[in-house]
């Protein structure tokens, strides 16, 4: 299972650079496009079974956030 510090740990290889838990992936412009495939190889490989166009735009505004939409829909 998955915790919020493994999907920042996760979010911090696919950006790129250290990010917080409440970092603005997308209106801060640190998840990008090429971002969000390596998340979805990323969350693949450690076993959440979710599609990242599943994932509204809400739950990709942080890093908490994401952890937290990924708990409540069965994905960690």
Do not use: F
């Amino acid at each position: 299972m998955l915790t919020e510090a493994d999907v920042l740990e996760i979010l911090c290889e696919c950006c790129g650079r250290d990010l917080a838990p409440d970092s603005e992936l997308l209106a801060g412009g640190l998840l990008d496009s090429l971002g969000l495939v390596l998340l979805a190889e990323a969350l693949e490989a450690r076993g959440a079974a979710v599609s990242v166009a599943r994932i509204p735009k809400a739950a990709l505004a942080t890093p908490r956030a994401l952890a937290g939409w990924l708990q409540e829909n069965g994905g960690i």
